[in-house]
């Protein structure tokens, strides 16, 4: 077989609704490329549709056993230098995969990435441009609170996984943060580029319903981040990255959680989420406060309706569910002044008087709450 220059790996499951704009976004880029779809035990017409593209691409089969494992099977089918992941519902911007790779090649250890927008169900609505933080000369002081970026917007050398090692679907939903975590372990250089790289569908049953499991896989893989972790070779932090930092990031991520879980009508998920919480002495609650707000706006794409709307809901909701969960507990005064706090500051920053009469009157009721719970 003829070497292409990247691999994209491209999991399916019951995928054919999407299907066919993710296959084509992949052929028309214009660059030797080798597809390798990986049937996860579809039920619908995934298979049929894959069969359409016989000589264009690899099919795989497999029992339903989930992303990750789906992604290890077509690691040993990979033809080529660069791997890249695209999952099944999205689809890579045009000229992308050429521009990746003429960046990547500059530097044999290079992870290169760019931005991406989400779009709407229909890929007809463009949401938001979404431009991930460049990760400079310390990649793990973010990485090991948050993943960059969905896996269609990151290139990476083939060889990693001889280095790394493969996907982990014990920490499903998070399998890809894990992975690039372990890169920058091991020493890869990431490089940001300025430029839209895929488009990524905004669906409801990727987010808010799943957001416990994700606080579980999540945690575990911050974990091993400060932790020893022997499935990579050469790791730049053999002991683990920053141990003092574990319980301030685990906090981090929980305020990622239960803003994922205020947009769901499934309160005993957020009740869950608050209840699991244990708070360092020294516990940033601005920090936790950008972290919650941030989610609640990420995931509100996601819903349909008045995105301000959406926002101002969860905000209430959350604040009512954790003066009743955690009322008793002595950081739950701190943990609601994170969340409101710099409500007051981004509301100078609002045009329109009406708006920030509004908005003042809203951030004061949620400050009567507030001082209800010091009481």
């Excluded at 990750?68 to 999205?90: G, V």
């Excluded at 799943?210 to 579980?216: I, T």
């Excluded at 990622?256 to 879980?261: H, K, L, P, Q, R």
């Excluded at 005064?333 to 710099?342: A, E, F, K, Q, Y």
Aim: glycine residues 6%.
């Amino acid at each position: 077989m003829k070497k292409a220059d990247i691999s994209i790996i491209m999991p399916c499951y019951n995928a054919g609704q999407f299907l066919t704009t993710a296959i084509e976004s992949v052929l028309t880029q214009g660059v030797p490329i080798q597809l390798i779809a990986v049937d996860d035990g579809s039920a619908d017409n995934t298979l049929e549709i894959l069969a359409g593209y016989s000589g264009d691409i690899q099919v795989l089969k497999s029992d339903h056993q989930g992303v990750a494992n789906a992604r290890n099977k077509a690691i040993d089918h990979i033809n080529s230098r660069y791997t890249l992941l695209l999952d099944a519902d999205d689809a890579l911007a045009p000229g992308s995969l050429g521009y990746l790779l003429q960046q990547g090649s500059r530097n044999d250890r290079a992870v290169v990435y760019g931005n991406f927008s989400s779009w709407d169900k229909t890929l007809q609505k463009k949401l938001h441009v979404h431009k991930p933080a460049s990760l400079g000369k310390s990649p793990l002081s973010l990485l090991v609170k948050r993943n960059i970026s969905p896996p269609g917007a990151i290139l990476f050398p083939t060889d990693a996984f001889a280095r790394i090692g493969r996907f982990d679907q014990t920490v499903a939903s998070c399998e890809d943060w894990d992975f690039v975590i372990r890169l920058a372990r091991a020493g890869y250089r990431f490089i940001r580029l300025n430029r839209e790289i895929f488009y990524y569908r905004r669906l409801l049953s990727s987010a808010s319903n799943q957001a416990y499991r994700m606080l579980v896989s999540g945690c575990e893989v911050i974990r091993r981040c400060h932790e020893r972790d022997g499935r990579i070779t050469g790791d730049l932090y053999a002991d683990g990255y920053n141990k003092e930092q574990r319980d301030a990031n685990l906090l981090y991520y929980h305020a990622v959680c239960m803003g994922i879980s205020s947009l769901s009508s499934n309160t005993d998920i957020f009740r869950e989420i608050v209840h699991s919480v244990r708070a360092p002495v020294n516990a940033d609650w601005v920090e936790f406060g950008k972290a919650f707000r941030l989610s609640v706006w990420w995931n509100s794409l996601a819903v349909e309706g008045d995105q301000e709307q959406l926002i101002r809901e969860a905000q209430s909701r959350s604040i009512s569910l954790i003066k009743q969960t955690a009322g008793h507990q002595e950081w739950c005064r701190n943990m609601v002044l994170g969340i409101l706090s710099p409500d007051f500051r981004e509301l100078l920053l609002r045009p329109g008087p009406r708006k920030a009469l509004r908005l003042f009157r809203e951030w004061k009721m949620a400050r009567q709450i507030v001082d209800q719970l010091g009481k």
